[in-house]
């Protein structure tokens, strides 16, 4: 076995994986295409990267958050249509006109809003607009879209190209949300009956083809994490996090490790100390329940997860496997993000959107 | 009162605030200079303007996690120490000869990677030593220290500046801990007299003036989190996170609230959403458990922290303070960092540390 040693912690982030689950998703779509939810950075794993690499495969429209994520993204895509989620806020009218985003509009303000800027323009704008159906976050409230429906001509000067909607509960096994959504979108979503639409996320995509609509709008599922409730999952891993051990010393049955000494030795053993922390993103709340892998060797996190490092108990692997720079994984094949994130008491979209800017980031299969 | 509009969050970054907490810290310190923790970025604030005004306020020595992180602080402060805590990594060697860092060496593993360094570059190179007193995280372990102290030699071509431990529970109220980390120290540091030493983090220097020796090491209480075990704060807060309204909604009683529909309205209200989530470093803990600030109000977080968005009850709020991209403080003088994080389940370290890209970043009082 050749002893790979690594300087610093290494992300490495396989782009066949993530068109492979982009492949899974389309299929699961049916007959309507899916359009990438590439905000927060990609979900961390590099906007511009996996936009480029989901165009080349087939993917036409993207999702941001903010206006200021759309322009990255649109030097990565250029022919892609991109929606901005947050939709116009006041002073990002002219970001959004000259990048070419389409603002996901939420609220009459907003669509206010846009039509000033459209009749500054002198020419229609192209617009999304989002009606809340139960979820009570962005998207017109009930009363707002019943004053619209009752005025369509708020929308003169917009060219509205899509409408949609943002399930709640489809990840909620047994959940009856989102039939009830579904029941109110589709009467929202016929009077507009030269916009597409969509209402389902990577979860509602799974649910079925009443959920579909004109198109999906994956996230989650694209980088790995499952759609199911039932405790599978069809996605691959996308996403390999390895850190070196800087250090491994014995230890003596009653020592105790790390900050506020929560963890104490019952056996002599070994610990090793390796080059990540919550500061890159791995939450502190894995404290004392993570696990980590190296050589093959599963080995528990023990102790506080600190700001630059953490503990793990290697009082089970064999000397050789342990050196100076070994690599141990902390999120990977061995270790899927959902597993991960839920042993800190947290989510798959968590745990990647807080990956941290420390890391060697390694793109592969491109 | 006028209007002000944020197009998007804002992290607003005081360094006269900074430069206070570094003369109160001083000052506990007593008649010893304090070198500053600026690893992860600065506790995320931005390592090099964090160091650049703790240098121009008299500080001389910084210490950073990975080589990496020193090279912009080496840009930063050209004439500074600055200590390296991850020490020397197997291929890190050229860049910490380059940048003159000096690593902060953790065992004889990495003593001897060093010296083989030093016998490479023809010169002494200097080193700082830590050695382990009950963290059992980076330092020497006791069998290691015993094997170093009956072998100076192991030494020789190094030049031993200065000498380190690390306080595990300085934090904690009533812990015997610290002393006897203390009592473990002192003898080891007696033989190297014509090094520096230290052992004291932030609560350790409030601990009194045994656990000072010639330097402290402060890290969170520059940055305004507490070094008190007693509840009371006397640093100032450094940051301000400001997020924009994208959106106030009416909403019924009986209406869900966000992913899971984990809220339920029991009245009739009004629910604004923000446009920051746990992508920004917002703690998805945080669900249901913050509090926002807008016009001087309190605005209870309900329902989930979303990716980019969270949810507040403003009911209680009159009209005129709600406006399309009206700032609401997540962070701040009306939300103090142990505050926030506490009610997150964390501490304010990992708070600061986790703070995301997406921000406008603004220093004031340079």
Known sequence: ?????????????????????????????GSVPVAAMVKANGYGLGAAEVSAALAADGCT???????????????????AKIHVLNGAMPGTEPDLIAHNLVPVLNSLEQID?????????GRPLGATVHFDTGMSRLGLAADETAELLNDPARLDGLAVGHVMSHLASADVAGSNQPAGQLELFAPIRARFPNATASLANSAGIFLGSAYHFDMGR???ALYGGTPLTDGSNPMAQVVTLEAPIVQVRNVAPGEHIGYGATHTMDRAGKVATVALGYADGFLRSS???????????????IGRVSMDLITLDVSDVPEEALWLG???????????????????GSIANELLTDLGTRYQRVYVNE
């Open 1 to 29: 076995m050749s002893r790979r040693v690594l300087p610093s912690s290494q992300l490495t982030i396989d782009l066949a994986r993530l068109r492979h689950n982009h492949q899974i998703v389309r299929q699961a779509a």
């Open 61 to 79: 429209e993207f999702f941001v958050a903010h206006v200021g994520e759309g322009i990255p993204v649109r030097a990565a895509v250029p022919d």
């Open 113 to 121: 809003l846009w039509r000033t800027s459209a009749s500054g323009a």
């Open 218 to 220: 994956p996230g989650i």
């Open 287 to 301: 404290s004392g329940r993570g696990t980590g892998y190296v050589g093959g060797h599963a080995i528990p996190i």
């Open 326 to 344: 070994a690599p141990v994984e902390l999120i990977g094949d061995q270790a899927p993000i959902d597993d991960v994130a839920s042993r800190a």
